[in-house]
């Protein structure tokens, strides 16, 4: 046991952890501007944009991407093993979601800000104005809309190898 303790003890000192982060971590293509100064009125206006055309923006507005608190099995709703719903699916989920927007609604202002202040941290106004210019362009629609049919497709596409991997996995550590 006491070199078990100390092995683990050898492998969390930041030398070897740092060590390994330096082998792993990806590289960075692209640093964040980092800019901490307000922006202008010109690069407000791409910040909306910017939000607008990722799809951000909706979902700040409407609070959707809380959705996941709302589902069977999540916090709102916790489903204890062989246990069964007591109420309809879609009933279930728009009273959760009814009552997480509620919520949100108090503190959807510091979500807007956060959202905007890190666009304004992260790109350059110039930088922005070329970002927002492709992805309300045709090409730029075309290149989000085409990503998220790549994630929705080859996930499912990949999903029984993914079960194999988990089960092969899974296997080598109980063996």
Known sequence: MTL????????MSGGFTDHLADRTAPS???????????????????????LWAVGRQE??????????????????WPIGPNSQLTEALLSGFERRMSALKKAY??????????YEDHVNWEFTEEELATIV???EGPTGKHYLDGR????????????D??????????????G
């Open 148 to 159: 998220w049919r790549m994630e929705a497709y080859s996930e499912t596409n990949t999903e």
């Open 133 to 135: 210019a492709f992805l």
């Open 4 to 11: 078990f303790l100390l092995g683990m003890v050898v492998l």
């Open 28 to 50: 960075q293509i692209s640093p964040s501007a980092q800019i901490e100064t307000p922006p202008s009125v010109n690069k407000v206006v791409l910040i909306k944009r910017f």
């Open 59 to 76: 979902k700040l507005d409407s609070g959707s991407f809380l959705e996941r608190y709302a589902m069977p099995g999540g916090p709102l």
């Open 105 to 114: 609604e108090k503190r959807r202002a510091y979500y807007q800000r956060a």
């Open 161 to 174: 190898i993914e079960q194999e991997i988990v089960a092969e996995a899974q296997a080598s550590l109980a």
